[in-house]
C-alpha cells in the first residue's frame, strides 16, 4: 500500500487527509523534515511513497495526477511530490539534503514538499510535472490566500476537467465526434465498477471475434451483425484508453495487449468476412491478403519513420513548415486526418460495407482507401526526410536494423559486403531493398509456379538485403529499408499462393503472413516499450525475413501444388507457436517484474 507522509500542521476543516486515503494512500503525519525523513525511512522500498504539505488546497484529480501516475519515478505538484521504489533513492537523498543544516536548496520556500522538489531539481533528478490546466493545486501561505484557493477549486469542475482528460487530445474524426462524447462515460462506468483497461480491451476483443463468427456466417443477417458489432468493438476499443486515462492505470503490458489485440481483431474480421464470402460462392482470400499486407506494410512505415526520427532534431525543412501551416487551419486538420484513414475511419467503413455491400466491395473499398493513404503520408514523409538537415543517431540507426528482421544469412553476407557498402551513395540501402523486393515478388507473379525464377528472385533478394543493412542506417530514406523488406516477404507469399491455384492455399497463406506480422509488431512494441527487440536466438530461428522468403520460394519449386498448401500451412503454425509463446512470456515476464508503465495512444494517423 503506498504511503503518503502529511507534513506540517493540520488545517482545520481541512480534506487532504480523506482525499489521499481516497486515492490508495495509508496517511501519516510528521511535525518537520526530521521527522519526515524518519517516516520515509520506515516505508518498505518496494513501496510508492509521498510527502504531503498539510496545507495543500486542490483538485483531487490534480493529487491523482501528481501522485498516483505510474509512468513516472518521481512526479511533483505544488504541495506534493512522489516516488516511485525506481526513485526513492533520489527522493531520500534530497530528503536528507533538506534535513541537514543549513538546507540543501538556496530557494527560500515554504513548502518542505516544496523544498524537496526543488533539491531533486539541483540534483538533475528528471521530475514529471502534469499539466494541470484549469486544476488547482497550492500551498496557502494565509487565511486569505486559502479562501482564495478553495474558491478557484469550487469554480472549476474537478470531474468535468477528468472526463475531458480522458479523451486523446488528437485523434481522428470518428473517434472524436461520433465515439468519445459517449465512450468517455462508458470508462467513468468501468472505473466506479474497478473494471480494468485490461478487462475492456479483452472484451473488445472477444466483439470483435464475434463480429469475424457472424461475417464468416454468408448471410445479410450475419454482416449486418458483424458491422454492428465491430463498431461496439471499437467503441470498447476507446473506451479501455479513455479508462486509462481516467483512472492512471497504464502498464506496459496493458499497451502491449491494446496494441496487438487492435491488430489481432482486424485481422480475424478480414479472414470472416473472407470466409463468409466463400459460403456466397466468391473467392476473396487474395483480397483479404492483400488487405492485409497493405495495412501492415502502411503500419510500419509510420513506425520506421517515427523510430527513425524519434531523438532528433526539430524538423526545420520547408515540407513540415507546410504541414505546420496547414494544421493552423481547422477543416484542414480533419480532412488531413480522414484522408490517411486512422483506425475510427478504416473500421466505420468496413463495418458500413459489411452491412450494406458485400466482402468484396468491401476489400476493394478498403484496399483503394489504404494505398490512397500510404501514398499521401508516404510521400509527404520521404520529402520530409529529404528536406530536412539531421543527422540520425545509433539509437535511430539501431532502432531501424532491429526492424529490418534481418536473419542469419542477411547478417553473413553483411559482414562480407561491409567494405563495399561504405562505398556506396546515401541512398542505396532504400534503393537496394526495394529493387530485391521487386526481382522476388515480379518473379512470383509473373512466371509460372514450380519453375525456378522466384528462387532465383529470392537469391537475389538475399544479397541485395545483405548489402542494404551491412552499414549502420543513418541515410535520410533509410527509413524506408524496414517497410520495403516486409512489402518484400508478404507480397511474396501472396503471389506463389495465388499462382499455386489449388483450394486452401491462400488461407494457408494468410494464416502464414499473420504470423509472421506478429512477430514484427510484438518487435515495434518491445522497443516502443524501451524493452529492446526480441532475442538474436528467436529472429534467427524464425529464419528472418530474406530466410523465410527463401525457403518459400524453393518449396515453390520443389513442392506440388498440394504440398506447397501444406508447407504453408506447417510454417504458419510453426512460426505462430514459436513467435507467440516467446512473446506472451516475455510481455507476462516484464509485468511481473513490474518494468515501466507506458500507455500506446494508438496507432498514428
Excluded at 465526434?177 to 474497478?194: K, Q, T
Aim: overall charge neutral; aromatic content about 8%; some cysteine.
Amino acid at each position: 500500500m503506498p504511503t503518503a507522509i502529511l507534513t506540517g500542521q493540520p488545517v482545520p476543516g481541512s480534506s487532504i487527509e480523506s482525499e489521499l486515503r481516497s486515492l490508495g494512500f495509508d496517511v501519516q503525519h510528521a511535525s518537520g523534515a526530521a521527522d519526515t525523513e524518519t517516516l520515509l525511512a520506515r516505508v518498505p522500498a518496494a513501496e510508492r511513497v509521498a510527502v504531503v504539505d498539510a496545507r495543500f488546497v486542490g483538485h483531487p484529480h490534480a493529487l491523482r495526477l501528481g501522485l498516483t501516475d505510474p509512468r513516472f519515478p518521481l512526479a511533483a505538484v505544488p504541495g506534493a511530490v512522489t516516488a516511485r521504489p525506481d526513485g526513492r533513492q533520489a527522493l531520500t537523498r534530497a530528503m536528507a539534503r533538506e534535513n541537514s543544516a543549513g538546507g540543501g536548496t538556496a530557494l527560500a520556500v515554504d513548502s518542505l514538499a516544496d523544498r524537496i522538489t526543488a533539491a531533486l531539481d539541483a540534483d538533475g533528478a528528471a521530475v514529471h510535472r502534469p499539466e494541470l490546466g484549469s486544476l488547482v493545486a497550492a500551498v496557502p501561505a494565509d487565511p486569505q490566500a486559502r479562501n482564495e484557493a478553495r474558491q478557484a477549486v469550487a469554480a472549476v469542475d474537478d470531474e468535468a476537467v477528468r472526463l475531458k482528460s480522458a479523451v486523446k487530445a488528437r485523434d481522428g474524426f470518428v473517434t472524436t465526434f461520433a465515439i468519445s462524447p459517449y465512450s468517455r462515460y462508458i470508462a467513468r462506468w468501468c472505473a466506479r465498477r474497478g473494471l480494468t483497461p485490461n478487462q475492456v480491451t479483452t472484451a473488445s476483443l472477444l466483439t470483435a471475434l464475434i463480429a469475424a463468427g457472424c461475417a464468416a456466417t454468408g448471410t445479410r443477417g450475419g454482416f449486418v451483425a458483424a458491422g454492428v458489432l465491430l463498431i461496439a468493438s471499437f467503441v470498447l476499443d476507446c473506451t479501455d484508453g479513455q479508462l486509462a486515462r481516467y483512472s492512471l492505470q497504464y502498464s506496459t503490458l496493458g499497451a502491449w495487449l491494446d496494441a496487438t489485440f487492435d491488430r489481432a481483431k482486424e485481422y480475424a474480421y478480414y479472414a470472416g468476412l473472407a470466409l463468409g464470402a466463400a459460403r456466397g460462392g466468391d473467392d476473396v482470400w487474395a483480397l483479404a491478403l492483400g488487405a492485409m499486407v497493405l495495412q501492415t506494410c502502411r503500419h510500419v512505415v509510420d513506425f520506421s519513420f517515427n523510430e527513425a526520427n524519434h531523438d532528433a532534431a526539430a524538423n526545420t525543412s520547408p515540407t513540415a513548415a507546410l504541414s505546420d501551416r496547414l494544421d493552423s487551419v481547422g477543416w484542414t486538420v480533419w480532412l488531413r486526418r480522414m484522408i490517411v484513414l486512422p483506425i475510427g475511419e478504416r473500421w466505420a467503413m468496413i463495418a458500413v460495407l459489411t452491412a450494406v455491400t458485400t466482402p468484396r466491395i468491401t476489400f476493394y473499398a478498403l484496399l483503394i482507401g489504404c494505398a490512397f493513404a500510404a501514398t499521401y503520408t508516404t510521400a509527404g514523409r520521404v520529402l520530409r526526410s529529404l528536406t530536412r538537415r539531421a543527422t540520425r543517431t545509433d539509437r535511430a540507426a539501431k532502432a531501424l536494423s532491429d526492424l529490418a528482421d534481418s536473419g542469419p544469412l542477411a547478417e553473413a553476407g553483411a559482414k562480407g559486403l561491409a567494405r563495399t557498402a561504405r562505398r556506396l551513395p546515401g541512398f542505396a540501402a532504400p534503393a537496394l531493398a526495394l529493387l530485391g523486393g521487386l526481382a522476388v515478388v515480379a518473379t512470383a507473379a509473373f512466371t509460372d509456379f514450380g519453375g525456378p525464377w522466384p528462387l532465383l528472385g529470392a537469391i537475389v533478394y538475399v544479397l541485395t538485403s545483405a548489402l542494404a543493412v551491412a552499414r549502420p542506417l543513418k541515410g535520410a530514406l533509410d527509413w524506408l529499408v524496414p517497410p520495403f523488406f516486409r512489402a518484400a516477404e508478404y507480397g511474396t507469399v501472396l503471389a506463389l499462393a495465388a499462382k499455386a491455384d489449388v483450394n486452401g492455399a491462400l488461407p494457408a497463406a494468410f494464416g502464414l503472413v499473420a504470423a509472421v506480422a506478429y512477430h514484427h509488431y510484438d518487435t515495434v512494441y518491445r522497443i516502443r516499450g524501451d524493452a529492446g527487440a526480441p532475442p538474436q536466438w528467436l529472429v534467427r530461428t524464425a529464419g528472418g525475413h530474406e530466410g523465410r522468403t527463401l525457403v518459400i520460394t524453393a518449396l515453390a519449386v520443389l513442392l506440388t501444388a498440394t504440398q506447397f498448401k501444406v508447407a504453408l500451412t506447417v510454417l504458419a503454425v510453426a512460426v505462430a507457436l514459436v513467435v507467440l509463446v516467446e512473446s506472451i512470456r516475455f510481455w507476462v515476464a516484464a509485468h511481473k517484474v513490474g518494468a515501466p508503465a507506458v500507455h500506446d495512444e494508438g496507432e498514428p494517423a
